[in-house]
């Protein structure tokens, strides 16, 4: 069921994200296909979601028109609509698919290089507060546009956050963690990116990677591999991956 | 807002129901609609923390204040009518609404936890403001969103609470 094709996967993202109307009801996104989807868009496609980008960042979703992304990406519209089908509420989903997968394509390769549990977190958490800190799009339509912007970051919904995060980290965790250990890790981790993004401190600053640290150190190392992180029944192991004996 | 929602609110409304005048309404809030229902809503949120600080006051130490806080404060938000009906019909009005008054809850959900922080033994290395700071988000998170945590289960509670939120803050007892 993963190997849909791009409309049909736009589709079932588009129904999970709730962009509009017609919310809800879809089977359940392969959060991963966000990357794959990412990678395989054409030229063309590639095109139009920069210009959306573009015009989101100018006027916001809800004053931006397909005619305003095809002048903006120098296409007709019924270029537009031959290579999203759909209209603006589908480009909303692909722009979303394509900003989760190329934050998946440009973290990863970073992230694999990590060489410790600590090293993984600074870099991860670093890294996603400073997309966050500069990325103009998204600031722009949390301030202008809240009402469409912040519920998918509240409540229920933050479940397909924690579903993205645990796309994003289970492999590199993985590495570091037991297998039961990574989801509620993930979990913890999207948190902690997300309060600190949306409400930045001085103590935990992406410009000072000391700072990110000290968190990391100090707090979040302990708290991913204490053992009561796990059952009880498996409270006696050693949280050493190099020992794990399973 | 209980009854009809809050973007059917009007002034007219609001001073029908509490017996006043319009143009007392907006002597009260001169901002009008706006005003009222942020002033509402900020209203609700400090009743929901004042009533979940009785029912956990008395812990006797931080592990358990947590533990017993977010298994109460989880079973008040989800018996919250108000609340519970604004998410499901009016999302993209309640939740900018409480993302405006947030960091006042974390003011004080922090101001708390920094006294509780002094009466506990922690960790070389840990700073109490950061450490409170930290705790407040976190609390609150899984409030809201719960995640895979089944907060309904005071097992689940405790471990969540001596694991990912006190490990790496203080010095816990081992556990048994």
């Known amino acids: 069921m993963h190997s849909v094709s791009g409309v049909t996967q736009a589709t079932v993202i588009h129904d999970r994200l709730e962009v509009g109307e017609g919310a809800g009801a879809g089977p359940v996104a392969p959060v991963g296909a966000w990357a794959a989807e990412y990678l395989a868009a054409g030229d063309a496609e590639r095109r139009l979601v920069e210009a959306a980008l573009r015009c989101f960042a100018r006027w916001g979703i809800r004053k931006t028109s397909v005619d305003d992304i095809a002048r903006e990406a120098g296409v007709s519209r019924a270029t537009v609509y031959r290579v999203v089908p759909g209209g603006k509420d589908r480009l909303v989903q692909v722009v979303l698919c394509h900003e989760a997968g190329r934050l998946f394509h440009t973290m990863d390769a970073e992230l694999s290089a990590a060489e410790t549990l600590e090293d993984l977190l600074v870099t991860g958490i670093r890294g996603l507060l400073l997309v966050a800190d500069g990325h103009d799009v998204l600031r722009t339509l949390i301030r202008d546009e809240p009402e469409l912007v912040l519920p998918h970051f509240a409540f229920h919904q933050l479940d397909r956050i924690f579903d993205l995060a645990d796309t994003l980290a289970r492999p590199h965790l993985s590495r570091f963690l037991p297998p039961e250990d990574v989801r509620p890790a993930a979990e913890l981790l999207a948190r902690v990116v997300l309060t600190y993004a949306f409400r930045p401190t001085p103590w935990v600053d992406p410009h000072d990677p000391d700072s990110v640290r000290r968190l990391v150190r100090t707090y979040l190392v302990p708290a991913l591999t204490s053992p009561s992180v796990s059952e009880p029944s498996l409270s006696d192991r050693t949280t050493d991956p190099a020992q794990e004996s399973t | ?176």
């Open chain 2, 1 to 176: 807002m209980e009854r009809d929602g809050l973007g059917a609110l009007t002034v007219e409304e609001v001073a029908r129901e509490a017996g006043v005048a319009r143009a007392t309404v907006y002597r009260t809030f001169p901002g009008g609609r706006d005003e009222v229902v942020g002033a509402a809503v900020a209203h609700a949120v400090a009743g929901f923390f004042a009533d979940l600080r009785r029912d956990i006051g008395d812990a006797p130490d931080l592990a358990t204040l947590l533990e017993r806080g977010l298994v109460a404060a989880r079973r008040r938000l989800e018996s919250h009518a108000a609340l519970q009906r604004a998410l499901q019909e009016e999302a993209g009005q309640i939740v900018p609404r409480l993302a405006t008054v947030m960091p006042l809850v974390i003011d004080g959900v922090r101001a708390e936890l920094t006294s509780r922080l002094a009466r506990e033994r922690l960790r070389p290395g840990v700073v109490p403001d950061q450490a409170a700071d930290l705790l407040a988000r976190l609390f609150l998170s899984l409030i809201g969103s719960p995640g895979s945590w089944d907060l309904d289960d005071p097992d689940a509670a405790r471990r969540l609470v001596r694991g990912q939120l006190l490990a790496g803050v203080v010095e816990l007892d081992p556990p048994g």
